[in-house]
């Protein structure tokens, strides 16, 4: 199915991975599935470990209202730490990122983003899966819909195939973009 189909087609509470290689249209799947939830009413929330005027800026170039959506209390761009920053631990640091990232705002919400911001190295992409493990146990805890970005290009080389199986399997669905010719088939 078309990427943006599917995303225009998602309702009620999924747990969805985007895998793309090209970041533009990346983006487009993700601010897509943004608006598609502030069109619903949702509470929208991105989150980002770089500043949140680039993508605010980006959402406004992708012809969504941030002003007007940020007013209604609807939009909400998110920088976060990175979870192994917490003293209490990387699963203890998800679980605040979690809580401080819905705290005052009403389900259901939309998320996009990703909490590990360097998934470039096998530690790293270990502890990211660790955490969408997590997450997916409990998901029905969160009255979300969650669309998990990961670029293809970002994902540590070494045997592509099991990392991509992992995050697959901690999903309700997948959403695979390649514009640029890499074919998902040989790493699956």
Known sequence: ???IKFVDSLDGQKHVVLVYDDWSFGKMIQFRFINNGLMKGENCIYLTHGDPRIIKNEMDENEIDVKEFI???LLHIQQISSPE???KG????????VKQVTADKKPPYRVVGRIMPDI?????????IAIERMAHATFENLNSTVLCTYDFNDIP????????GRLFSHHHAAIVSTRSGISMADYL
């Open 120 to 128: 470039g190295i096998e530690e790293a992409m270990s502890v990211q």
């Open 90 to 97: 990387i699963l203890i640091g998800y679980e605040n990122i």
């Open 85 to 87: 920053k917490d003293p």
């Open 157 to 164: 080389s070494k045997d592509y195939k099991m990392w991509l």
């Open 71 to 73: 007013q209604k209390d």
């Open 1 to 3: 199915m078309d990427p």
